[in-house]
């Protein structure tokens, strides 16, 4: 029986590379791959050979998931230490498990914590790319990275940080970029804190003094010196 699957930009897949070397390549569609040997793989699926180019049994969760963390991973430029490495084959081998073979032992375990290492990137990633939205909450990240509030706040207790300090410090960090930048140097200290997400300016002044050790426009470029420079 031919079974059509239709693919994605961005998709995870699951092919072997050849019978003869018995290795898997694991990756997105349009984009880079990663090879296991099949006795990794036989580790994290029950028969292997019967999921090469299926459908994730996972669904469409298991599928983003794993797709949101590949995508992240692939665009890392810098050169990965072997125990980082190690690290990231173990988060792999666990998606592969949860998408393909949820009900399997390996993903029951999660031995190398992949899911929650992927859901964490997902969340933090939303974060960075969103900070600006006031209506940003535990609520909508929950709802769009799949898991619970609950889930969402636990998982950000391993950074040390909570959601609202994550969100504050990206929206300080937004500010202080465009404050020094001589492109804004005529917005006003209030469109430049709404601009990053802030709805207060009394709070994002608060916030930021504490933060940077100064007020807003003591961080402004100097307006007389820009206009020597342009003359």
Known sequence: MRIRLRLF??????????????????????KKTL???????????RNPDERVCMVPE????????????????LQEEKSLS?????????????LVANAYDPGGEWSRAAPNDG?????????????????????????SIAKLCGVSERKVHQLLTTTGTTLSQHILEHR???ARQALQNERYISKRVSEIAMDAGFSDLSHFNKCFRRRFG??????????????RKAN
């Open 82 to 94: 072997s125990k980082t490495q190690k690290m990231i084959e173990g988060h792999v081998l666990d």
């Open 58 to 73: 996972g669904g469409m969760v298991a599928i983003r998931l794993m797709a949101s963390y590949m995508s992240g991973l």
């Open 115 to 139: 899911v929650n290492a992927a859901q964490l990137q997902q969340i933090l990633r939303h974060v960075s790319e969103s900070f600006a939205d006031r209506a940003l909450k535990a609520e």
């Open 9 to 30: 930009q961005g998709w995870p897949v699951f092919f072997h590379i050849s019978h003869q070397c018995a290795r898997y390549l694991v990756g997105q569609v349009g």
């Open 35 to 45: 090879v296991f040997p099949h006795e990794l793989i036989s580790h994290a699926l």
């Open 172 to 174: 300080l960090q937004a």
């Open 214 to 227: 100064d007020t807003p426009n003591g961080f402004r470029p100097d307006k007389a010196k820009i206009a």
